[in-house]
């Protein structure tokens, strides 16, 4: 039976560079992929950006140069954030699968068929990518590749799972944990989410010459307004209060910050509706939303 496919990217002041450099894998990908079944692939970009990154004539011309994949081009005028950029490119998606992949993953040729090979598993709900260079560390079953939650820097799901969970939470999650929230609601459909090391994607990550990962303001914020968020939706108040006094006695000012966001939601009755209250899925080891395999 024919696949069809929509990848979709959510830019944010991205070079053309890193588009057209990760555009010609997606294309080759999507090429070789053909005679596993995947009969039309479609990459959605959305754009947060304060101005456009692509003009119509650049959109034109990576049309007539990857003329094997239909491009699209969807200008926000406004900065949705992770979640809410791809609820809104899901919204439109026809496709049998979603793709959700970052702008700056370049795809090794075999991706697309080993990422849905596992689908002929009815009980997969989601298929996660391996990461090079920088593997992420959390667990998973070297023989099942099942794992607590997908990144979805690289990974794809059924566009009717996507609908029946209604999406990403862009209510609560603007820029990180949406993709572990989302992973474990789909497992509460009792589908099983996956890591499939075959399907491998370049990760543009950059170190620092101690070997540490170098986040920026807006990751330093977010992220950790996010884990107060995740652990306390996932019916784990007592490691939100553990995350709010350590972030008030010993966190940065970014830190401090998402306190204040943090307390100002629950003050006007805007944190999410708590679930999972047998503590089932959700799963939060050591700092991690995952037993990982080593440290980072």
């Avoid at 099942?146 to 609908?163: H, K, L, M, P, Q």
């Avoid at 399907?199 to 996010?226: C, I, M, N």
């Avoid at 209060?241 to 966001?261: N, P, S, T, Y």
Wanted: glycine share 6%; proline share 4%; charged share 25%.
């Amino acid at each position: 039976m024919p696949i069809s496919i929509q990848q979709q990217s959510v830019i944010y002041r991205t070079d053309i560079y890193a588009i057209e450099r990760s555009l010609e894998s997606i294309a080759r990908a999507a090429e070789l992929a053909v005679p596993f079944g995947v009969s039309e692939f479609c990459l959605v970009y959305g754009d947060s950006s304060p101005d456009p990154c692509l003009t119509d004539d650049q959109i034109s011309v990576l049309r007539n140069r990857f003329s094997n994949i239909t491009i699209k081009y969807d200008f926000f005028n406004g900065n949705l954030g992770s979640a809410g950029g791809h609820n809104r490119l899901a919204a439109a998606a026809t496709a049998d699968f979603i793709l959700i992949q970052n702008p700056d993953v370049v795809p090794a040729p075999r991706l697309l068929e080993n990422l849905i090979a596992p689908f002929s598993d009815k009980g997969i709900g989601m298929v996660e990518a391996k990461q090079i260079p920088i593997e992420h560390p959390k667990e998973y079953d070297t023989q099942t590749g099942d794992t607590s939650w997908a990144s979805t820097a690289c990974a794809i799901v059924r566009r009717d799972t996507y609908e029946r969970i209604g999406g990403f939470d862009a209510k609560t999650f603007f820029l990180y944990c949406d993709d572990v929230d989302f992973s474990w609601r789909v497992r509460e459909l009792g589908l099983r989410v996956v890591f499939q090391p075959s399907a491998v994607a370049f990760h543009d990550k950059r170190l620092s010459t101690q070997g540490g990962w170098q986040p920026s303001s807006s990751e330093r914020f977010y992220s950790a307004e996010a884990a107060l968020l995740l652990t306390y939706k996932w019916s784990r108040e007592d490691l939100t209060e553990k995350i709010l006094e350590d972030f008030l006695q010993h966190g940065d000012e970014f830190q401090k910050k998402a306190v204040v966001e943090f307390n100002e939601r629950k003050e006007r009755g805007l944190l999410p509706k708590q679930r999972d209250q047998s503590r089932a899925v959700a799963q939060f080891v050591d700092g991690n939303y995952a037993k990982h395999r080593y440290a980072i």
